[in-house]
């Protein structure tokens, strides 16, 4: 039997394909009763209960889905049972969080799937949502195997992760999430200076990031990268500072990082040493400016 507590975006979304897949998620917890409710509400046979003490008994298999800066107090505040399963979703920290419950007995492990939860309120597409994804694992006793064949059965493949590099992989999984909505929004931005709503704007943006987001997978990231930088056309991106400059100069950083960061991937693809240099200064000039 398995336990949340904490029904956050993660914390919705996890149990909702657990138990789609057959898993018994038999009790929630939350600081609002309210979304505990409504996550046992969408599954059968679960109840929310009014303690996280309350479901650390009543169940095998605990997954504190809190935000990480409380998963230490969490399971501090918890009196554990010998071979209980402490598990948590942080994708940044080690099963050092756990230690609290280790200290009693229990077996701690660390399960974070590297996936985006928004927007879930079905346990059909909750478990839709977790195909091929990876499931960064760790853990003690019996918890590393049982997990990895968990997320085996959500579709996803188990990987893992050192301890001293999971701040890395958790980087990686916001530059391509958080950060991918941040760009956007950017972007959005530039389509609301000319007049557009930010509706028409998304509509606009999403089939052309859809379809970089496939190239990608299809033909690889060099094969992917468009545009004036990895063609080395100095002129163009010229012309994109001067105009974030005159009308959204917050933008001016974002652009020059972003062009920073193409010139690898443009040099692979054939630019030269002249061209990367003109790129180059045309940044350091735009950003020192802004």
Known sequence: SIGFIGVGVLGKGLPLALAAQGYRVVAAFSRRLNSAQWLASRIPGCAAVESAQELADSVDLVFITTPDSVIRDVAAALRWRPNQGAIHCCGAASTELLEPAADQGAVTGAFHPFQTFAGLDDPKDALARMDGVRFAISGHGWLPDYLAQVARD??????????????????????????????????????QSMGFTAEEAVDALYPLTRATLDNIKNEGLAAAATGPVVRGDAVTVRSHLEALFQRLPELVPVYGTLARASLPLAVRKGIGPDQVTAIEELVDHYVGSE
């Not at 579709?155 to 991918?180: K, T």
């Open 154 to 191: 959500l579709g996803g493949q188990p990987v893992s992760i050192a301890d001293a590099d999971r701040p890395l992989y958790h980087a990686a999984a916001v530059l391509a999430c958080g950060h991918l909505v941040a760009l956007l929004h950017g972007a959005v931005d530039l389509w």
